[in-house]
């Protein structure tokens, strides 16, 4: 189901500018706090009113400010999961199932056993909302929009009041329950993981605008925007110039990279993800050599940070994330020198 999003509103601080569409089933928003990409989203559901653009899925204008387009939220069959789940904390189950739905009362019933066995809340359907766990009050919330039979399912960052157990466990609850929904689904998120273990394609936002627009795979891989690359969790970001026509120049390394390393184009930036480093020579025609002039080790569960510089003039350090089954840092040391393979460079743009 096609969607395609243009809309513009300005706020005393804050300007959204956004545009984008895509055909995708499962699409990803990421992007920091304060972004605008609750905002989008809250635009597309109607909860929200865009000054200017237009918003339109499957065919069906949500709206259009040139021809003075606005359809009611209630007449978009759009489902909306808000962050806290919105359940009314006095009706059970059953009741905030099928609080909305205008159907006979056998109907009404067997739709909601239906939901209720659909997404195993079996044995809840007369407990309260402050009676159930994080993932069963998103269940819940999940069943009371598919009892609808929406033509898409807006997701606004539903694992971020979850403590890390229970989010992994009920993100992949909510990836089975809705593996075989047809309608498209847009997830909002600032984390990373969650962006990558749903979506097919991914809008990268930052300050009110669409930066970047890309498969799940090409994102993590080839960001190109330095924004991009930071959301996306690489580490090692720096400024380059160039030295000459052959050579680039990092001054916050004190580096100086062939520009034959990799697809420059007009990268002001580039970027190096803290787990790309190795040990050892890699074998790989033109790899990267990074002396290690001084460093600072921090240990983890399962792996260590080291923080190192690569030379006394050196002004940023450089990041390495090393599992320990690789390299035990607290017997072996840190090594003179890690090697990068230069596929593993990025080369990113500012804007």
């Not at 928003?29 to 237009?54: M, Y």
């Not at 160039?242 to 100086?256: A, F, I, N, S």
Request: charged share 30%; with cysteine; hydrophobic share 35%.
């Amino acid at each position: 189901m096609a969607i395609e999003v243009r809309i513009h509103r300005e706020f005393d601080d804050f300007k959204l500018d956004v545009q984008f569409q895509s055909e995708s089933r499962r699409i990803g928003i990421l992007g920091a706090s304060g972004c605008g990409k609750s905002l989008t989203l809250k635009s597309i559901a109607g909860i929200e009113r865009p000054e200017t653009g237009k918003i339109e899925s499957a065919g069906k204008v949500f709206f259009d400010s040139a021809k003075k387009i606005w359809m009611p939220p209630q007449e978009r069959n759009v489902g909306y999961l808000f962050q806290n789940y919105a359940l009314f904390p006095t009706m059970t189950v059953e009741k905030n199932i099928g609080i909305a739905l205008r159907c006979g009362k056998k109907e009404k019933e067997k739709k909601v056993r239906d939901m209720i066995e659909r997404f195993s809340l079996q044995g809840l359907e007369k407990k309260l909302p402050g009676q159930l766990s994080g993932g069963q009050q998103q269940r819940t919330a999940l069943a009371r929009i598919m009892i609808y039979e929406p033509d898409m399912i807006l997701l606004d960052e539903p694992f971020s009041a979850l403590d890390s157990y229970l989010k992994e466990q009920t993100q992949r609850e909510c990836l089975e329950l809705l593996q075989d929904y047809p309608g498209t689904v847009i997830l909002v998120s600032h984390s990373r993981d969650e962006i990558y273990r749903f979506s097919e394609e991914v809008l990268v936002m930052d300050g009110g605008k669409a930066v970047i627009q890309k498969t799940v795979k090409e994102l993590f891989e080839h960001p190109q925007k330095v924004a991009a690359a930071k959301l996306t969790g690489c580490k090692n970001i720096e400024e380059i110039v160039w030295k000459d026509g052959k050579h680039l120049y990092v001054p916050g390394w004190d580096m100086v990279i062939p520009a034959g390393m990799g697809n420059v184009g007009g990268a002001q930036a580039i970027g190096i993800r803290a787990h790309e480093f190795t040990t050892e020579r890699t074998e790989s025609d033109g790899e990267l050599v990074f002396p290690v002039y001084k460093s600072e080790v921090k240990e983890d569960l399962f792996e260590y940070h080291v923080q190192f510089f690569t030379s006394e003039r050196a002004k940023t350090p450089v990041v390495w994330k090393v599992s320990k089954k690789l390299w035990d840092v607290g017997e072996k040391g840190v090594p003179k020198r890690l090697h990068l393979r230069r596929e593993h460079i990025l080369f990113l743009e500012r804007e």
